[in-house]
């Protein structure tokens, strides 16, 4: 193939490309708009912790991303406002000073009216140069970072501001109109599997199709021992029980940094349950606790201490994705609109709710997989860096875009962290 076909056929495999990345980019956008929607302008500067972030916030970094990586990229560009590139960068100190992440909240301006001017702007700007294919596969690359990127941002979005209007001493609603069902679980069984070598992670992407985080990669071979899985997430009910036996008062359950946090945070049940021991605040306000609903908004900590107390243990990542490989992904995501976790389908056989519903941690440390690689440049910091004292979860959540999730995805947070929709599924060992 001479030259001139060769880049025929990589001009038509970049509009090939683009064509599909350009629904795909518009479908997402238009998910934030929605999901921000229900938001004042005031609702949407608040920060109520340092591990949170405020909506505007959230809204104008995920278009700052589009707009350095691949708007800025042509030297003919004009900043929306080139003192932005400060406000609104996270952690990428390849491109240069940030922010403080603890003051974001003192960010009264630019107004969200600017921001969501600043939103349009870049919207059209990348749609121009999708439907126009002046784009190069390393940027088509980015682009579908981008749209990754700001899908974890709507999760983020979410449990943001949940822990906002929870805080807020008149503990509004997000939203009044959300869906309220109580459900029926199913008896929690267990799934055996003997030891064995299996193979988990994914190929490196963009070499491999089929988008992945470099964290993901690449595939290689583990050694699982012979275990057990439940069938499904803990139950609000299962873990009433562990506080009614006691659980926060028993040092001999908790792991020593997870107990010195117990008694230096008054912890005695989950983030958002309240104390008349029936009602949970959600993203609809305060609504009745489903008791066959998974538990959620658990710490590392208390998903660990309540295993031992059920006499099991969390599950290492190898054996979660392996229990989760070849399964549909399919389940309560935030494109089903409940914004909760639900109860599953009590018919239901095998491990069931392994998608959605609630990030379910897992035994393992945050680590590099034997031969991972970050991606080449300032993208190499998204997540290789933060390789340093977090725990794996799995599988999704009830506020996660059921296209963000694969069997391999790896979250993590601190151990300490509560705010997210985590829960816990159950495992042990055989012998």
């Not at 979005?157 to 929870?166: E, G, S």
């Not at 008349?276 to 008791?291: C, I, K, M, N, Q």
């Amino acid at each position: 193939m001479n030259a001139v076909s060769v880049d025929d056929a990589c001009r038509a495999a970049a509009g090939e490309r683009a064509s599909a990345l350009l629904p795909q980019f518009r479908q997402m956008r238009a998910l934030t708009r929605s999901l921000a929607a229900p938001l004042s302008a005031e609702d949407a500067m608040v920060q109520s912790m340092e591990d949170a972030s405020p909506a505007k916030w959230h809204l104008a970094h995920t278009t700052w991303f589009f707009e350095r990586f691949v708007l800025m990229a042509d030297a003919r560009y004009t900043p929306f406002d080139a003192a932005w590139d400060y406000l609104f960068n996270s952690y990428y100190n390849g491109v240069g000073p940030m922010h403080a992440r603890p003051r974001r909240g003192l960010l009264s301006r630019p107004s969200l009216e600017a921001v969501l001017a600043y939103r349009a702007a870049v919207e059209a700007g990348i749609e121009r140069l999708l439907a126009r294919n002046t784009l190069d596969m390393q940027a088509l690359d980015i682009v579908e970072l981008g749209i990754h990127h700001e899908q974890q941002h709507q999760e983020l979005l979410l449990t943001d501001i949940r822990h906002a209007l929870w805080s807020n001493p008149l503990q509004p609603a997000y939203r009044q109109d959300l869906p309220l069902r109580q459900g029926q679980a199913q008896a929690m069984r267990w799934v055996g599997r003997e030891e064995q070598v299996v193979e988990i992670g994914a190929a490196p992407w963009p070499q491999a199709a089929g988008f992945a985080y470099d964290n993901e990669s690449p595939r290689h071979r583990a050694l699982v021992p012979a275990h057990a899985i439940a069938t499904r997430p803990v139950s609000n009910a299962e873990f009433q029980d562990f506080i009614d036996a006691g659980g926060y008062r028993t040092p001999g359950l908790w792991l020593s940094d997870g107990w010195a946090t117990v008694q230096r945070e008054g912890w005695a049940r989950p983030l958002y349950w309240h104390e008349d021991g029936v009602r949970e605040f959600t993203l609809g306000g305060w609504r009745e606790r489903d008791p066959a609903a998974p538990a959620c908004s658990l710490s590392l900590f208390e998903a660990d201490a309540f295993a031992r107390w059920a006499g099991a243990r969390l599950p290492s990542e190898a054996e979660w994705e392996h229990a989760a490989a070849g399964k549909e992904i399919a389940g309560n995501f935030v494109e089903q609109g409940a914004l909760h976790p639900q109860a599953g389908d009590a018919a239901a056989t095998g491990c069931a709710q392994l998608f959605g519903d609630v990030w379910e941690w897992t035994g393992s440390a945050y680590l590099p997989y034997p031969g991972f690689k970050p991606w080449p440049g300032t993208l190499g910091e998204y997540n290789g860096k933060f390789m340093n004292a977090q725990w794996v979860l799995r599988g999704g959540s009830c506020a996660t875009p059921q296209q963000h999730v694969r069997a391999s995805y790896r979250n993590f947070f601190p151990s300490s962290a509560r705010w997210q929709f985590a829960g816990v599924r159950l495992a042990k060992d055989l012998p």
